[in-house]
């Protein structure tokens, strides 16, 4: 069921699943009661994908982007969005095992615009995208533009922009940035305002 990139056809870099998949397929493990749960949000070709090896570098469906992480936010975050702020630090930790030159040394700035060219690479064809709306020596304001498709699925697009949002302060705090703050905002549109700050 591993999928790859096709012109036109929209979907999400095995990158941003992998964590998803082995916390849902560690907690069945232990207790495979758990399955009923995930099944209220999961489609059978969903578990085909979750049972064979997801690549980071191969491209799944946006739709199974979407029921994942709803299903995550309910089952293992528990519709906790200060959890789901935690994750989106764990899933940066592990990210930059691996990709580690979104981490620029002393330069919080830096590595935050890696980032959001990061997450428009990884989104294949989404037009929702990550953008830097204001910066300085101490801050950084960054957009999070959903797709009018996305709104209509508003919890698990909350859930998403708390996680990125905590992908970020890790990532500008492991970037130097000392004692880094960050404030998520619904703005207009529905979309999303992380400000950063730190000192």
Not at 20 to 35: C, G, T
Not at 57 to 71: E, I, Q, T
Not at 113 to 132: G, P
Not at 147 to 152: I, Q
Request: net charge positive; charged share 25%.
């Amino acid at each position: 069921m591993i999928r790859q990139r096709s012109e036109g056809k929209t979907g999400v870099k095995g990158t941003w699943l992998i964590d998803w998949a082995r916390m849902v397929n560690k907690q069945i493990k232990n207790d495979p009661s758990k399955k009923a749960e995930y099944d209220k949000y999961l489609t059978a070709d969903d578990w085909k994908e979750l049972k064979a090896l997801l690549i980071p570098s191969n491209v799944y469906p946006y739709d199974f982007f979407r029921r994942l992480g709803r299903a995550v936010f309910h089952v293992v975050a528990n519709v906790d969005l200060n959890a789901t702020q935690a994750f989106g630090r764990i899933l940066m930790k592990n990210l930059l095992e691996v990709y580690k030159n979104l981490l620029q040394a002393n330069d919080p700035i830096g590595s935050a615009k890696k980032l959001v060219a990061y997450h428009s690479i990884c989104f294949v064809n989404v037009e929702s995208k990550t953008k830097v709306s204001a910066e300085g020596k101490n801050f950084i304001t960054i957009l999070l533009i959903l797709t009018e498709e996305d709104k209509n699925f508003a919890e698990a697009a909350t859930a998403f922009a708390y996680q990125l949002g905590g992908s970020f302060e890790e990532l500008v705090a492991q970037a130097g940035a000392k004692n880094a703050k960050l404030q998520i905002s619904k703005i207009p549109d529905n979309n999303y305002e992380y400000s950063l700050n730190w000192e």
